[in-house]
C-alpha cells in the first residue's frame, strides 16, 4: 500500500516525480523520499518522516536536478514510520530501489546477506533487495541481469524500481502480485503505481503483467514476461484528465465525492437501462451467456466492498439466488464447497485489493461457472483477469473513506440482481417499476444531500464521544456495518455495528447516556420491530440519532430524528448511505482529524 514513481528522461525529472507523489499520497503517507543520478553521477536520495510536503521542505532547501530518478511514499508494513525505514533504500553507492508489496523471506536472505557483509540500517523487507542487487552487481553483472537473478530469490509480491548511477541509460522495473504502470512520452519514460500519477506527463501507459521485468530507456521500454522472452504489451489511453482529481471549492476530496453521488450513480446507469427496461448488451458480450447459467453466487470482497455485498445478497435471495458473501481474506484460505454453477462475483474499488485479486486468481481451477467482477477502474488487474467486468464508473476517487464507489457499487449490484430476476420470471411490468426506481436514485440522493448542514449541527453532539454503535435490520444491517466504518475510519470514534435483534444478546450491556446509537429507520416491513428496539435503548437512558422515512412517526424522547422523503423502496439501502457518509464527514471536522488520509490507512490495500 505504497505510491511508487520514477522517470528517466533528458530534462529535469524530480518536479515529475514529486508531482507524482503528491498524487500518490492516498496510498501511504507514513513518510517520503526520493533517489536520483546527479549530474556528476552520484546517487543522492533524499527521505522525509510524515507527508510528502515534508520531503518537499527538504528539497526547496537543496539545489538538486537529474534526469533519472525513483521516488516513494510508504505506508508502513515492516518498521515503524521513521527516516531509516523510508524508501528508496540503497546499498551504498550501487544501487536504489523502491518498493510495493511484502517480501515473505526477508528474514532469511537478511542473514545471507549479513554475513556477506552487507549492513543493515532498517526494520524493512525492501533493503534485503536492494543489498541482494548490490551483490549481484559486485559479481560483474548489469542491472538488468542483476534483478532477473534476484527474482526468483525472492517469495512474496513485489512491484518494485531499481537504477544504478553506473548505469545511466535506464530504468529496470518488475512486478508480481503489486500493480505498476509504464507512462509512455516522447524520448521519455515514467513509471508508477496507478495512472493517476503521471497524467501531467502523459496519458498512455503499458500495465505490466504478472511476472514481467521492464527495462525503460528514453527512447523505448522493453518488457520480457515471467519465462523471459520478450513480448509486446498493448499501450493503452486513458480516458482521464489531469483535472480528474481536484478538490474544487470543497474542502476535502470526500466531501466532493460525497456530494458527486448524484452524477455517478447516473454514469453508472448511463446506457444500461432504457425505458424501463434492463439494456443486458451494456454488460460486455460474454456477461448474457455467463448469466444464464447462473444459480448461485458467492460474492467475495473487503471492507466497504464486502458491506455493498452483503445487500446485494438480501437482493438476490429474495429472487431465489442463492448467495454467499466472505471477506477476501478469509476465502482464500479455506476449502469452499463449490455448488454448480457458481458465478464468482468480486467487488473492488481500486480492481487491486490484494486478498480479492489472490482470492480470483485461487478461482481458477475450482469449478468455478465463470468470474464477475465490478470495479471502478478499467485498467486495474481484476478487470483484467475477470471473465466479465461491470464498471461502476464513479470517477477518482481519491479520500481513503471509500463514497461514492460504495453507492455505485450498490448500482451495479442491483443491475445484476435485476438481470438474474428477469431469467427467474420477472414481469416487465415489474422490471418497469424497479428501473424506474433507479432512474430516480441520483434525485432522491440530491434531497439526501439538502441534510447536510442538519447533519453537521447533529454531529456537534458526537465529537465529544469515544464509542457509539450503529443498528439496523435486514438490508439495512449492513448500511449500519457501513456507517460504522466510516466513522471509526476518519472520526477515530470506535463504533460497532449490530442487527437491532442482537441488542438483547449483549450490546445493551453497552448502553448508557454517553453511548450514540444511530439508526436508520425506512417505512419497511421490519419497522416495528426496530422501532421496539429503539425503545429499549430509550429505556437505559442512550442517546438516538435517527436518519426516518417522512411517513413515519418517531416518538421516541430525547432523540434527534432527521427525515427523508420519496425514497423508493428497492434503493433505500442506497440512499440512507448518505446522510450516514455526511454524519462521519462533520464529526471527523469537528474533531480536527485528517478526513482524507486517515491515521494507519492507505485507499488501496495491495498487500497482505
Keep these: 500500500m505504497c505510491g511508487i514513481v520514477g522517470a528517466i528522461a533528458k530534462r529535469d525529472v524530480i518536479p515529475i516525480l ?17 533517489a536520483v543520478r546527479k549530474e556528476s553521477g552520484k546517487l543522492h536520495r533524499v527521505r522525509a518522516i510524515g507527508k510528502v510536503a515534508m520531503l518537499e521542505k527538504l528539497l526547496s532547501e537543496q539545489t538538486l536536478q537529474a534526469n533519472l530518478g525513483i521516488a516513494h511514499t510508504r505506508w508502513a508494513t515492516h518498521g515503524k514510520p521513521a527516516e531509516h525505514n523510508a524508501h528508496p533504500h540503497v546499498s551504498g553507492e550501487q544501487v536504489a530501489i523502491v518498493h510495493n508489496g511484502i517480501i515473505e523471506n526477508h528474514a532469511t536472505l537478511r542473514m545471507k546477506l549479513a554475513r556477506q557483509g552487507y549492513i543493515f540500517s532498517s526494520e524493512t523487507d525492501t533493503e534485503v533487495i536492494a543489498h541482494l542487487l548490490a551483490s549481484f552487481l559486485e559479481q560483474g553483472l548489469d542491472l538488468f541481469t542483476a534483478v532477473k537473478q534476484a527474482i526468483p530469490r525472492l517469495s512474496g509480491a513485489y512491484a518494485l524500481a531499481a537504477f544504478s548511477p553506473k548505469e545511466p541509460e535506464h530504468l529496470i522495473v518488475a512486478r508480481l502480485g503489486s500493480p505498476l504502470v509504464i ?24 500495465f505490466l503483467e504478472e511476472g514481467d521485468i521492464a527495462e525503460l530507456r528514453h527512447d523505448m521500454v522493453t518488457i520480457w514476461d515471467q519465462d523471459g522472452t520478450i513480448v509486446e504489451r498493448k499501450p493503452y489511453k486513458s480516458q482521464l484528465t489531469n483535472t480528474s482529481i481536484d478538490k474544487g471549492p470543497y474542502n476535502h476530496y470526500m466531501l466532493k465525492e460525497i456530494f458527486e453521488q448524484p452524477m455517478a450513480i447516473t454514469e453508472t446507469l448511463e446506457g444500461r437501462i432504457h425505458k424501463g427496461q434492463l439494456i443486458e448488451d451494456s454488460f460486455g458480450h ?14 467475495v470482497a473487503c471492507g466497504t466492498s464486502y458491506h455493498a455485498g452483503l445487500v446485494a445478497r438480501y437482493w438476490l435471495e429474495e429472487i431465489g439466488v442463492p448467495c454467499t458473501v466472505e471477506v477476501a481474506s478469509e476465502f ?24 480479492t485479486l489472490a482470492a480470483l486468481r485461487n478461482t481458477k481451477q475450482q469449478g468455478y461457472l465463470g468470474s464477475l467482477v465490478i470495479c471502478n477502474v478499467a485498467e486495474s488487474s481484476i478487470v483484467r483477469e475477470s471473465d466479465v467486468a461491470l464498471m461502476t464508473r464513479a470517477g477518482t476517487e481519491i479520500g481513503v473513506a471509500s463514497t461514492k464507489a460504495f453507492t455505485t457499487q450498490l448500482v451495479a449490484l442491483r443491475l445484476i440482481c435485476l438481470s438474474l430476476a428477469r431469467r427467474r420470471g420477472m414481469s416487465a411490468e415489474k422490471e418497469r417499476i424497479l428501473v424506474e426506481e433507479l432512474n430516480a436514485l441520483p434525485r432522491q440522493i440530491e434531497v439526501a444531500l439538502q441534510l447536510n448542514k442538519a447533519i453537521t449541527k447533529m454531529a456537534e453532539a458526537f465529537a465529544d464521544k469515544h464509542h457509539a454503535l450503529f443498528l439496523g435490520r435486514g438490508c439495512f444491517y449492513p ?12 472520526s477515530y470514534i470506535h463504533a460497532e455495528a449490530y442487527p437491532a435483534g442482537e441488542l438483547k444478546h449483549g450490546p445493551l450491556a453497552l448502553i448508557d447516556a454517553n453511548m450514540p446509537v444511530v439508526c436508520a429507520l425506512p417505512k419497511d416491513q421490519l419497522l416495528d420491530k426496530i422501532l421496539s428496539n429503539l425503545q429499549e435503548v430509550r429505556a437505559r437512558g442512550g442517546k438516538l440519532f435517527l436518519f426516518s422515512d417522512k411517513q413515519i412517526t ?23 448511505s448518505v446522510p450516514l457518509q455526511l454524519l462521519a464527514y462533520a464529526v471527523a471536522v469537528l474533531k480536527g482529524t485528517d478526513v482524507d488520509k486517515p491515521r494507519n490507512l492507505a485507499k488501496s490495500v495491495t498487500v497482505e
Design 479 to 490: 448500511i449500519a456495518l457501513e456507517g460504522a466504518l466510516k466513522l471509526k475510519e476518519i
Design 183 to 206: 507512462g509512455l512520452g516522447e524520448s521519455e519514460q515514467f513509471l508508477a503505481s496507478d495512472v493517476f500519477a503521471l497524467l501531467p506527463v502523459t496519458q498512455n501507459f503499458i
Design 332 to 355: 482464500r484460505y479455506r476449502k469452499v464447497v463449490v455448488p454448480q454453477n457458481t458465478l464468482f462475483l468480486t467487488i473492488s474499488q481500486s480492481g487491486e485489493t490484494a486478498d
Design 286 to 299: 460474454r456477461a448474457k451467456e455467463l448469466l444464464d447459467q447462473v444459480q448461485c453466487v458467492h460474492i
Design 18 to 34: 514529486m508531482e507524482g507523489l503528491n498524487r500518490l499520497e492516498y496510498r501511504g503517507y507514513d513518510s517520503a523520499g526520493l
Design 554 to 576: 418517531i416518538n421516541l424522547e430525547h432523540s434527534q430524528n432527521l427525515t427523508l422523503a420519496d425514497i423508493s423502496p428497492s434503493t433505500a439501502p442506497i440512499v440512507y
